[in-house]
């Protein structure tokens, strides 16, 4: 590192490249099908989302979401045609045996477990019930379908599976005499929300914005990254010196070595993950976002205020700094933390996304890969890492880790900060559409290499690689999206399409161009300098 340099990246650019791995492009469908799931007549209905409003002595209280059940009515897709019911416990509240409560004309709520579904639903309807609510012993919503001995399915009523924490809130609600009123329906969401496009638009222009980043915006011989630093005056060898001490250069066994530690890391997320553990997070990407975005600021306004950007100012300790870059920080510091106060607000997402935008394009001018080996190497590796922990963790942990982990489950809820978020805006179920880091980070890490390779090489814009590889890049994050609709939603490792689509077309490209043997055993540092980089310098 360069001397006096600030050491706030030393701790949280390892961090960060852990942690990025651990979040994916997550997605919900309001309704999807099960080939796994037995069907039989009269048991074969799709798995439909249902949103239960709630009053709570004829005051509302915040919607649920529930699933409903391969048997039973379909509860209405429009508010408008659905019917307000009261609720009532089932006594016993397993309903395996006939309710002693009066169900006659109201919505029953029983827990799972000691008898099938449909012996439930069977029971509940036979007294009169004209719903049913299934509380869950777990957060997830499970599918609830027939067993191989069941040969009877007349059910006449919507049956609805509701999270354990919702079941437990109307539970209590009952238990205090309290009145409970519901609305089931299933509102249809869009095909394609305009925030699917805005976060596609995101993700690529980080990519975009970090590659050219020391073209246009910063001045890569100076002190960039070390704002708070002495104010000192070098030639330009020593200036070529910081450069390349303020970089961090991937070599194999690194990257190697990098996505073992992440899958431990991912472990002790899976394993023992809680609200405090979250806090840690939140509180670390908090510093690492306060240094991007002060990075980021400083470099931009320096462009605008010319010469007074050289201004500078002695502060004990430190000695003398910029007096751009005093000034600048504590309205970072201010932001970090008021996002941090905020971050369950509804516009929360806006500053967790300038936080992580500012520090992925921070780190992706830090952190390189000096060839196409090395990046074969770190992506095959994360290619492999993502369908294991997605896809074939199930097998093992009966769940899919990573899935787990993005959500939440194992902290009430609350996930970690390293993603991209934007709400829907014409979805009537609400939520968001995430990306996460690692998923920009990996690819961008790549797209990025190739831009300044066709720098140092003076490649044209149709000749080079960086075009082509961003093109693949947002044609992979597009197939994301076509796979989660393919897949009824289901959580998509994204570097299972984003891999090939970057690192493919490269390969690909550079063979046909007879340049790979260029390109794998590239040396960045080696390599010839760009005319307008020894101008700066």
């Given at each position: 590192?360069a001397?006096g340099r600030?050491?706030?990246f030393?701790?949280?650019?390892p961090?960060?490249?852990?942690?990025v791995l651990?979040?994916h492009?997550?997605?919900?469908?309001?309704?999807?099908?099960d080939?796994?799931?037995?069907?039989?007549?009269?048991?074969?209905?799709l798995?439909?989302?249902?949103?239960?409003?709630?009053?709570?002595?004829g005051?509302?209280?915040?919607?649920m979401?529930?699933?409903?059940?391969?048997?039973g009515?379909?509860v209405?897709?429009?508010?408008?045609?659905?019917?307000?019911?009261?609720?009532v416990e089932?006594?016993?509240?397993?309903?395996?045996?006939?309710s002693?409560?009066?169900l006659?004309?109201?919505?029953?709520?029983?827990?799972?477990?000691?008898?099938?579904?449909?012996?439930?639903a069977?029971?509940?309807?036979?007294?009169?019930?004209?719903?049913?609510?299934?509380?869950?012993?777990?957060?997830?919503?499970?599918k609830?379908?027939c067993?191989?001995?069941?040969t009877?399915?007349?059910?006449?009523?919507?049956v609805?599976?509701i999270p354990?924490?919702?079941?437990e809130?109307l539970?209590?609600?009952l238990?205090?005499s309290?009145?409970?009123?519901?609305l089931l329906y299933?509102?249809?969401r869009?095909?394609v929300?305009?925030?699917?496009?805005?976060?596609?638009?995101?993700?690529?222009?980080?990519?975009?914005?970090?590659?050219?980043?020391?073209?246009?915006?910063?001045n890569e011989?100076?002190?960039s990254y070390?704002?708070l630093?002495?104010?000192?005056?070098?030639d330009?060898?020593a200036?070529?010196?910081?450069?390349?001490k303020?970089?961090?250069?991937?070599?194999?066994?690194a990257a190697?070595?990098?996505?073992?530690?992440?899958?431990?890391f991912?472990m002790l997320l899976?394993?023992?993950?809680?609200?405090w553990?979250?806090?840690?997070l939140?509180v670390?990407?908090?510093?690492?976002?306060?240094?991007?975005?002060?990075?980021?600021?400083?470099?931009?306004?320096?462009?605008?205020?010319g010469r007074?950007a050289?201004?500078t100012?002695?502060?004990p300790?430190?000695?003398?700094v910029?007096?751009?870059?005093v000034i600048?920080?504590?309205?970072?510091?201010?932001?970090?933390?008021t996002?941090?106060?905020?971050q369950?607000?509804?516009?929360?997402?806006?500053?967790?996304?300038?936080?992580?935008?500012?520090l992925?394009?921070?780190?992706l001018?830090?952190?390189?890969?000096?060839n196409i080996?090395?990046?074969?190497?770190?992506?095959?590796?994360?290619?492999?890492?993502?369908?294991?922990?997605?896809?074939?963790?199930p097998?093992?942990f009966?769940?899919?880790?990573?899935?787990?982990?993005?959500?939440?489950?194992?902290s009430?809820?609350?996930?970690i900060?390293m993603l991209?978020?934007?709400?829907?805006?014409?979805?009537?179920?609400?939520g968001?559409?995430?990306?996460?880091?690692?998923d920009?980070?990996?690819?961008?890490?790549?797209?990025?290499f190739?831009?300044?390779?066709?720098?140092s090489t003076?490649?044209?814009?149709?000749?080079?690689?960086?075009?082509?590889?961003?093109i693949?890049y947002?044609?992979?994050?597009?197939?994301?999206?076509?796979?989660?609709y393919?897949?009824?939603g289901?959580?998509q490792?994204?570097?299972l399409?984003?891999?090939?689509?970057t690192l493919?077309?490269?390969?690909?490209?550079s063979?046909?161009?007879w340049?790979?043997?260029d390109?794998w055993?590239?040396?960045?540092?080696a390599?010839?300098k760009?005319?307008?980089?020894?101008?700066?310098?």
């Amino acid at each position: 590192m360069a001397k006096g340099r600030k050491m706030g990246f030393d701790l949280s650019i390892p961090l960060l490249l852990l942690l990025v791995l651990c979040q994916h492009c997550l997605s919900d469908e309001i309704s999807n099908d099960d080939s796994l799931a037995p069907k039989s007549p009269g048991c074969n209905n799709l798995f439909q989302l249902v949103k239960v409003k709630n009053w709570i002595d004829g005051i509302e209280g915040t919607s649920m979401v529930g699933l409903s059940a391969r048997f039973g009515t379909p509860v209405p897709t429009n508010e408008d045609e659905a019917h307000r019911m009261t609720l009532v416990e089932t006594n016993p509240l397993n309903c395996c045996e006939n309710s002693s409560t009066q169900l006659s004309g109201y919505a029953a709520l029983s827990k799972r477990g000691n008898c099938t579904f449909t012996t439930k639903a069977n029971i509940a309807q036979a007294g009169g019930a004209v719903a049913l609510l299934v509380m869950n012993d777990k957060e997830d919503l499970f599918k609830m379908v027939c067993s191989e001995n069941d040969t009877f399915f007349d059910l006449k009523i919507p049956v609805v599976m509701i999270p354990k924490s919702a079941g437990e809130t109307l539970h209590d609600r009952l238990s205090t005499s309290r009145k409970v009123d519901l609305l089931l329906y299933s509102p249809e969401r869009p095909l394609v929300d305009i925030s699917e496009i805005f976060l596609w638009v995101m993700a690529v222009g980080t990519i975009v914005c970090a590659s050219l980043w020391s073209k246009f915006i910063a001045n890569e011989q100076s002190d960039s990254y070390k704002q708070l630093t002495r104010k000192e005056t070098h030639d330009i060898s020593a200036s070529k010196v910081e450069t390349e001490k303020d970089v961090m250069h991937i070599n194999s066994k690194a990257a190697v070595f990098f996505i073992v530690l992440s899958s431990i890391f991912l472990m002790l997320l899976y394993f023992f993950m809680a609200d405090w553990f979250i806090w840690i997070l939140i509180v670390l990407f908090c510093i690492g976002g306060i240094e991007g975005m002060h990075i980021c600021s400083v470099a931009l306004l320096s462009r605008s205020f010319g010469r007074y950007a050289d201004m500078t100012l002695k502060v004990p300790i430190v000695g003398e700094v910029s007096l751009l870059s005093v000034i600048v920080l504590p309205f970072c510091i201010a932001f970090a933390v008021t996002w941090a106060a905020n971050q369950h607000a509804s516009y929360a997402w806006i500053g967790q996304d300038v936080l992580g935008i500012s520090l992925m394009i921070t780190v992706l001018q830090i952190a390189r890969l000096p060839n196409i080996k090395v990046a074969t190497v770190l992506l095959s590796c994360a290619f492999v890492y993502d369908i294991f922990w997605v896809f074939i963790s199930p097998f093992i942990f009966h769940e899919s880790v990573m899935i787990v982990v993005a959500r939440g489950d194992k902290s009430g809820g609350e996930s970690i900060p390293m993603l991209l978020r934007i709400p829907h805006f014409h979805d009537p179920w609400g939520g968001y559409d995430l990306i996460g880091f690692g998923d920009i980070l990996l690819p961008g890490l790549l797209v990025a290499f190739a831009a300044r390779y066709d720098r140092s090489t003076k490649k044209g814009l149709c000749n080079g690689y960086f075009l082509w590889s961003t093109i693949g890049y947002g044609v992979g994050l597009f197939l994301t999206y076509v796979a989660l609709y393919l897949m009824d939603g289901q959580g998509q490792p994204a570097l299972l399409y984003l891999v090939p689509c970057t690192l493919g077309v490269i390969l690909i490209l550079s063979f046909l161009r007879w340049e790979f043997k260029d390109l794998w055993f590239y040396e960045e540092c080696a390599g010839p300098k760009p005319r307008d980089e020894i101008q700066q310098a």
